[in-house]
């Protein structure tokens, strides 16, 4: 009976990424290996969903993907906080990470340099200029 019970559990588990991930249930037959990039990040992010994680830890989600498939990811994320886990993310589009997060850390070589609320970092002019690309914007108003 406790072998029914985890796995109707697991069953409920994957079903539950297969709803968050519905292109992984069209392609579930295939090989990882074979999936295109995003395909493969969506995979790495339902298999360690499937513990049922409070923290969510994430590395660079959207290198190499392309602009709807960082969309999407970035989507996910969301849902996630929604569904009350943490999530650590690091990630180099400054932009996009500080759009959907509470807090962030500006980093260089290693140090925190600046940190605080997303939005007061949205707003910072030398993280702007430093990591949002603000220069050319500025140029170009003058």
Not at 23 to 43: D, F, N, V, Y
Request: hydrophobic share 40%; charged share 30%; proline share 4%.
């Amino acid at each position: 009976m406790i072998r029914r019970e985890g796995s109707r559990a697991l069953q409920e588990l994957l079903q539950q990424q297969y709803d968050r991930f519905p292109i992984l249930r069209e392609r579930r037959k295939q090989l990882a290996g074979t999936l295109s990039g995003g395909e493969q990040q969506m995979l790495a992010m339902g298999r360690a969903l499937m513990s049922r994680p409070s923290l969510v830890m994430m590395d660079e989600p959207s290198t190499g993907l392309a602009p709807l498939i960082i969309k999407g990811i970035f989507e996910i994320i969301v849902r996630l906080r929604q569904e009350g886990n943490t999530v650590l993310l690091i990630e180099q589009n400054a932009k996009a990470a500080l759009g959907i997060s509470d807090r962030g850390y500006v980093l260089e070589t290693g140090k925190v340099i600046i940190q605080g609320p997303s939005p007061d970092l949205l707003e910072n002019r030398d993280v702007q200029r430093a990591y949002l690309g603000r220069d050319k914007i500025d140029e170009e108003r003058r």
